[in-house]
């Protein structure tokens, strides 16, 4: 059975910083993209950082540039996404994501590229 599963959220200050982490097992996800969506109550889930199969190539919305940066170990399985200088519209739910399709050219933007979600895990920074 495949699975991604978040750790890492929580409750933070504004300014402050949090680390992400999305184990997977049941397969390795070497060659697929993966990626952290977020999706804050009322608000359409929304691509947060995206990273290619060889790690170098990654995509940032422009509200977490400079911010947040997406890494991942592929001898782990696992993705990370550091969160620097928190501010509270991060406030959200977060879910990694892993790309359908293996090898792709660049990082998809559509969640229904994405076959494999996680559960989520909350973040929430407070003012």
């Known amino acids: 059975q495949v699975q991604l599963v978040e750790s890492g959220g929580g409750l933070v200050q504004a300014g402050g910083s949090l680390r992400l982490s999305c184990a997977a097992s049941?397969?390795?996800?070497?060659?697929?993209?993966m990626a952290w969506f977020r999706q804050a109550p009322g608000k359409e889930r929304e691509l947060v950082a995206g990273i290619k199969w060889t790690g170098v190539t990654t995509y940032y919305a422009d509200s977490v540039k400079g911010r947040f940066t997406i890494s991942r170990d592929n001898a782990k399985n696992t993705v990370y996404l550091q969160m620097n200088s928190l501010k509270p519209e991060d406030t959200a739910v977060y879910y990694c994501?892993?790309?359908?399709?293996?090898?792709?050219?660049?990082?998809?933007?559509?969640?229904?590229?994405?076959?494999?979600w996680g559960q989520g895990t909350q973040v929430t920074v407070s003012s």
């Open positions: 049941g397969r390795t996800f070497s060659r697929n993209a």
């Open positions: 994501a892993a790309d359908q399709s293996v090898l792709s050219a660049s990082v998809p933007r559509g969640d229904y590229e994405y076959e494999y």
